[in-house]
């Protein structure tokens, strides 16, 4: 399977735990994004990827989250001392740079927070 | 605010029936796409459109990018359960970042 892959599929965490989710895109894609869906809504984009380049991170996104992708192939998301508000699916995915821009997106991860 | 509105957000229908599912926005965009997203899945990319006016057509699914780029509407004729999901347009207004809206909620009865 050549598609994006996430991991894990699914995290339960207390209040205040650190949690660390990773993303490995379609090879050839030079640009990755992140993005968090809650229930109900369309998801919200949160950072995004050129290589290895963190070229534009969101608003929403408190000094909580940090993102890396440190080879310009897999990226990680990292979340720490969690809050009940950052239970979400944590979408990833990833695209060729030029074009249309067509994303291919993973299976995601399903945070919920105790 | 959302910068791009779906309607409606959800839709339930019988098996055979035609339905059209509306995006649109104040901002013009470079290209826009429309998903698909089943129940604790990452959404699956359906189309592309880039230029303003096209039509493109996928099975039963049609999909149009208005003529100013700001809007785009799919049209699914004889719905059947399997088409069940939530619909999910996103624009890109330069060639960076997509905004998507909230999307729709389909519901299609056997």
């Known amino acids: 399977d050549t598609g994006v892959s996430q991991d894990p599929r699914h995290k339960i965490t207390k209040r205040g735990q650190n949690v660390t989710f990773r993303c490995d895109p379609i090879s050839e894609h030079n640009r990755l994004y992140w993005y968090r869906q809650t229930l109900g809504q369309g998801p919200e984009f949160l950072t995004y990827?050129?290589?290895?380049?963190?070229?534009?991170k969101s608003r929403l996104l408190s000094d909580r989250f940090s993102a890396e992708r440190p080879k310009g192939s897999f990226s990680t998301l990292e979340i720490q001392r969690t809050e009940q508000g950052d239970s979400a699916m944590y979408l990833c995915?990833?695209?060729?740079?030029?074009?249309?821009?067509?994303?291919?997106f993973g299976p995601g991860t399903r945070l919920t927070v105790t | 605010t959302q910068l791009l509105e779906q309607s409606p957000q959800f839709l339930s229908i019988q098996e055979g029936e035609n339905l059209t599912v509306y995006c649109n926005s104040s901002?013009?965009?470079?290209?826009l796409q429309w998903y698909r997203q089943e129940p604790g899945e990452g959404p699956v990319l359906l189309v592309t459109v880039v230029t303003g006016g096209e039509v493109k057509k996928l099975k039963r699914l049609t999909f149009q990018f208005g003529d100013a780029r700001k809007d785009s509407s799919l049209h699914i004729t004889a719905a059947q359960p399997g088409d069940t999901g939530l619909y999910l347009c996103a624009g890109r207004p330069g060639f960076n970042k997509f905004y998507f809206g909230s999307g729709t909620k389909l519901n299609v009865k056997p």
């Open positions: 995915a990833s695209s060729l740079d030029g074009g249309a821009g067509e994303q291919y």
């Open positions: 990827f050129q290589n290895e380049a963190q070229l534009e």
């Open positions: 901002s013009v965009f470079s290209s």
